[in-house]
């Protein structure tokens, strides 16, 4: 059985700190991966994505991946109490369909 | 704008009541997907698309049936045969199946049955 773990958390972080959130994956053939936003009684929004090693950075996100490791990790800079959200980690499942982890609640505190 | 539609936003569901929940999509997306989320566990995937006339049972499809007669189209309907239908069901579109795309999720229904 493929899986995906995360942390459930609450993470919490300070007004202006860094998240870091964290996910492992037991699928060593997956190639591309993806991070979701999903605000509380909302819908998952997509929010960063990432196909090679390395980190990928997006405004004040960063991705980061080691495949050899196999984690994949979301990195919020300057976070804000608007962040504060679920974080949802998924790896695709075969070619047609992605395996989700249950996700991190963050917590940012102004 | 593009996107996707779920509806009803709410719907409610009685003893022995099959349940239609609609997702409409604009994108031109080949695939299309239904997800379930359960409070405190990941989203949980009841069946997929690839393309119009097609689709494929996913990890909890017991008790769910879907259509794809439409490519803008993939209602969901909950049976009686579902003994645990309450949950927050989430429409999803790809461009295509091959899963080096993300998702776009619709608002999702939130299902109770009373």
């Known amino acids: 059985q493929k899986e995906v773990e995360q942390n459930s958390g609450p993470l919490s972080v300070p007004e202006g700190a860094i998240a870091s959130l964290n996910c492992t994956y037991s699928?060593?053939?997956?190639?591309?991966f993806f991070w979701y936003r999903q605000y509380s009684g909302k819908s998952p929004e997509l929010i960063m994505s990432?196909?090679?090693?390395g980190d990928k950075e997006d405004g004040r996100f960063t991705a980061q991946l080691n495949k050899a490791s196999q984690y994949v990790s979301l990195l919020i800079r300057d976070s804000q109490p608007s962040d504060s959200a679920t974080y949802l980690c998924?790896?695709?499942?075969?070619?047609?369909?992605?395996?989700f982890g249950t996700g991190t609640r963050l917590k940012v505190l102004a | 704008d593009g996107g996707i539609t779920q509806s009803p936003k709410y719907l409610f569901r009685k003893e022995g009541q099959n349940v239609t929940l609609s997702c409409e999509q604009n994108l031109n997306h080949d695939a299309m997907y239904w997800y379930r989320q359960d409070p405190g566990q990941g989203l949980r995937l009841i069946y997929y698309?690839?393309?119009?006339?097609?689709?494929q049972k996913g990890d909890i499809a017991e008790g769910y049936s879907v259509s794809r007669e439409k490519k803008e189209s993939f209602p969901l309907t909950v049976t009686s045969a579902q003994k645990n239908p309450t949950a927050f069901y989430l429409c999803a579109s790809s461009i295509d199946g091959f899963s080096y795309y993300g998702y776009t999720f619709g608002s999702g229904t939130r299902l109770t049955v009373v």
């Open positions: 998924a790896v695709p499942s075969g070619t047609y369909k992605y395996i």
């Open positions: 990432i196909y090679s090693n």
């Open positions: 698309s690839q393309i119009v006339n097609d689709f």
């Open positions: 699928d060593r053939g997956s190639q591309s």
